[in-house]
C-alpha cells in the first residue's frame, strides 16, 4: 500500500510541476480553459438533452447518452489490448502494431480439450473457390459426447451439386471423440498454421434439398477427394485484431452497468476463434468418372470453447477470393445481451497487406430482417484508406440446421462478387433463430470399447493370458489382433467370439532373450532397413525367417501353453483344431493396417502343431513385404515432391506428398500371437463393410470359402438406410 501511495504521489507531483511551468504560458492556459469550457459543455448537453433513441427494428440500439465518452473510453481500452497482443509474426502495418508473442499459437491449431458444458464445442471451417466455379464447403464442429456437426458442400464447374446426406440435419454420432474426423470427412495438420490435410470417402446426396426426409435418401453417390491446405495469409484473431473504431462504437451504443461489463468479458473469455487464407491442391472424383485435379482458393476458420446460441439473434459473414488475389473477410453480428449491432472484419490485399474495416454501411436490418436472405445486395466499407464498392449475387444456397434440436438455422450461399469492379468468388452465411421444431430423434453416441490403463495392467508380464483377463484387451500387451478378440469377448451379449487366448509380449521377449544370435541377426536386419549399414533387405528378411523359424520353444513358455489348453478346453484340446494367429503391437490403426503380412495358421492340431506355429508367426513379423511396410520412408527433401502453388501474386512451395505410407513402426515391432478354437463351419469369410479398394461406404465385400478352400467373393450394395442390394455372387454355391 506505501509503494503504491509513493506512486500516485509522484505522478501527482509531476503533474502539478508541469502545470507550474506550462500552465502560465498564456496559450497554453487558454487551451487548458478551452478543453474544459467543452467537456462541460458536453456533460451539460447529455444531461439536458439527449437521450436514449429508439431501436432500430425494435433491436438495434443507436448513439445515446455518453455515447461519445463510452466510446473514447473503449476506444482507448481496445489501443491497450493491440499494444499487448500476442502476434503472428505476419507483416506489420500501420493498423497492426505488434509487440509480443503470435496469437495464435502452434498449439492452437490442434484438437482442443472440450469444457465439460453443453455449448462447449471445437470447430473448423473452410472454404474453397476457384474462377471455374467449383466450390468446396466443409465443416467439423467436435461436440460433448463423442458428437459432431459435419457440414460437406461441393458444387462443381459444370453446375451439378452434392451435399452431405443428412442435411439439412448436420448431427453426426459416435465419433472418436479426439480428432477432426466425422462422417467421412477429415482434417489433419501437417504443420501448424501452414498445412493442413482434408480427405473425404463417402455418400454424397446429389441436387439439393432442404428438408427433412427421413423415408428417402435421393440419390447418393459416392465421392473420393483428398487436398492440402497451404496458408498464404498471416491469422486474423477475433480477440485481438478487431478494429477499435468498430468495436468501441458497437459498445458505446448499449446501456452500460456492472452486469453489462462482466457479461462481456464473459462473452470474450468463453469463445476463441481465427481465420487464415490459403490454397487447396488435390484431386477429386466423382463416382467412376475419371479423377480431376482442382486449384481453390479459400478460408480457415477455427474456433473454440463456448459457443452459446441463445445470445445470438442474428448474422451474416461474407468471405471471397477474387481474381487478382485479394481476399476479405466482413461480418455484422447482433448480440442483443451485449452488443445489439456489431460489424468487423478484413482486407488483404495482393500485396500482402492486410487492412481492418474501419467503416461500413452494411447492416442486418436492410439484409433479410423480415424476409429471407436476399439474392443480390451491395455495401461499402472502409479498409484501413481504402474504400470498396462490394456486390454479392447468391448462385446456390443451402439451408442448415444447428444447435440442439435445431435452434439455429444457417443459409450458407454460394457467390459471385465484386469489389471496386474486381470479379470474385466466395461464399456467405446467413445464421438465424429457428423457433421450429426439431424432425429428427436426438441420439446419443454408443459407448466405446477401451483398452485398460498401463497403471491397471497386473497380469503384463505372464507368458499367456485368457481372452477374458482384462489385461488381454491391451495391445500394448498382446498386440492388435489379440485385444480386439479380448475386448469382443468381454461383450458376451452383443458377440459370441470362440474362446481361446494370447501369448504376450512378454513371452516374444523371453524367447528372443532365449536365443542370443537370433537378437543380433534382427538387430543387424534393422541397420539395414534403416540405411545405417549396406546389405540386401529381401535376402536378409529370408534369412533371419528361416533362423528365427528354426528355433524352438522354451520348456517355460510351452508349459504355460499347456496349461491354457487344459484350463479352457480339459482334455479335449488334443483333439480340438485351432487357429494361431499372429498378432502385433500397432499393426492396425488409422495410418496403417498389416492385414495378411503376417502369417495365420488353421486346422493346427496337437501341441507339437501349435508351438511350431507359434514360432512361424513370429518369424512372419521379419516377411519382406512386412518389413519394406513398416520402414517405408519418403523423401522429403527431394524436389520431385513439391509443386510450384501460383496463388494471386504469392508463390509458395506446396508439399503434395502423400505420407501415408509413412507408418512410423520400427522393423522389430513387438508380437503377440492368439491362440483360438475354430470353428467347424461349412463356409467361412470375412465382411468388409466398406471396399477395400475404393473405400465406398455403398459397397459391402464378402469373401467366402469352403472350410479352408478357395476363397470366392460376393458383392452388395449397401444404401445410406443399411438396406442391403444384391449385385452379384461368385461361387453362389458356396454358400447356399
Known sequence: MLCGHQEVSGWSSTLFTLYAVFGRHPIVNMLLQAVFVLFLSYVIYNLLYVRQFSASCGKYKQPGQWYFIKRVIVYLNCLVRTWTRPDDGGKPSADRPRLKSEFPIAQNEFPQLLQ?????????????????????????????????????????????????????????????????????????????????????????????????????????????????????????????????????????????????????????????????????????????????????????????????WDLFDRYIINWAYLEDGTVYSIAAVSLPRMMS???????????????????????????????????????????????CYITTHQKQEQIL?????????????????????????????????????????????????HEPAAADIKTARLLVLPFRDPA???????????????????????????????????????????????EAAIQHLQDVAYGKQEGDLQALSKAVM??????????????????????????????????????????????????????????????????????????????????????????????????FLKIGTFSVYHNIVDISRNHGQVVAADMGVCIQEMVQADTAGVLFTRDPVSGNPGIMTINVSYGLGEVKRLMFWQRFSNVLYYISVVGLSAIL
Open 546 to 643: 528361416a533362423q528365427f523359424s528354426a528355433t524352438k520353444l522354451s520348456l517355460s513358455i510351452e508349459a504355460a501353453v499347456l496349461r491354457e489348453l487344459n484350463a479352457l478346453f480339459d482334455n479335449e484340446w488334443q483333439h480340438k483344431p485351432f487357429a494361431v494367429r499372429s498378432s502385433a503391437v500397432g499393426e492396425d490403426g488409422a495410418e496403417a493396417s498389416f492385414a495378411g503380412q503376417m502369417e495365420t495358421f488353421l486346422g493346427v492340431i496337437g501341441i507339437s502343431e501349435v508351438c511350431k506355429a507359434i514360432v512361424k508367426c513370429w518369424s512372419s513379423s521379419f516377411a519382406y513385404q512386412a518389413v519394406e511396410y513398416r520402414r517405408f520412408k519418403t523423401d522429403f527433401n527431394s524436389s520431385k515432391h513439391f509443386s
Open 401 to 449: 440446421y444447428s444447435g440442439n434440436g435445431w435452434s439455429v438455422k444457417i443459409h450458407e450461399q454460394l457467390t459471385d462478387v465484386t469489389l471496386n469492379g474486381v470479379r470474385g468468388w466466395g461464399v456467405t452465411q446467413y445464421m438465424y433463430r429457428h423457433g421450429g421444431d426439431c424432425p429428427v430423434p436426438q441420439q446419443r453416441s454408443l459407448p466405446l470399447l
Open 116 to 308: 465439460s458444458h453443453p455449448s462447449a464445442l471445437d470447430s473448423v471451417y473452410m472454404n474453397g473457390v476457384d474462377s471455374h466455379g467449383n466450390t468446396l464447403v466443409a465443416k467439423i464442429s467436435r461436440r460433448p459426447g463423442r458428437t459432431a456437426e459435419v457440414w460437406l458442400m461441393l458444387r462443381l464447374a459444370d453446375g451439378r451439386y452434392f451435399h452431405f446426406p443428412r442435411f439439412p440435419d448436420t448431427s453426426v454420432y459416435n465419433t472418436d471423440g479426439k480428432s477432426y474426423t466425422a462422417g467421412g470427412l477429415q482434417f489433419t495438420v501437417l504443420q501448424p498454421m501452414l498445412k493442413w490435410r482434408i480427405c473425404f470417402n463417402g455418400l454424397l446426396r446429389a441436387g439439393q434439398r432442404d428438408k427433412w426426409n427421413g423415408e428417402d435418401e435421393g440419390k447418393l453417390v459416392h465421392v473420393q477427394f483428398a487436398f492440402v491446405w497451404t496458408a498464404f495469409t498471416g491469422s486474423f484473431s477475433n480477440n485481438f485484431d478487431i478494429d477499435a473504431s468498430t468495436l468501441s462504437d458497437a459498445i458505446a451504443r448499449e446501456t452500460w452497468s456492472l452486469a453489462y461489463r462482466d457479461a462481456l468479458a464473459k462473452f470474450s473469455r468463453a469463445l476463441q476463434r481465427y481465420e487464415v487464407w490459403g490454397g487447396y491442391l488435390g484431386t477429386i472424383t466423382i463416382a467412376e468418372e475419371p479423377e480431376r485435379e482442382l486449384l481453390l482458393r479459400g478460408v480457415k476458420d477455427h474456433t473454440w470453447g463456448k459457443l452459446d
Open 341 to 387: 449491432h456489431f460489424v468487423y472484419g478484413y482486407v488483404t490485399f495482393p500485396s500482402g497487406q492486410r487492412s481492418v474495416i474501419k467503416k461500413t454501411d452494411l447492416h442486418l436490418s436492410c439484409l433479410g430482417e423480415f424476409t429471407d436472405p436476399p439474392k443480390k445486395f451491395c455495401f461499402n466499407v472502409l479498409a484501413g484508406e481504402v474504400n
Open 472 to 518: 488381454c484387451a491391451s495391445s500394448q500387451v498382446v498386440g492388435g489382433k489379440g485385444s480386439q478378440l479380448a475386448l469382443l469377448s468381454q461383450m458376451k451379449e452383443n458377440f459370441i467370439v470362440p474362446n481361446g487366448f494370447c501369448l504376450t509380449v512378454a513371452s516374444y521377449k523371453h524367447h528372443l532373450q532365449d536365443n542370443a544370435s537370433l
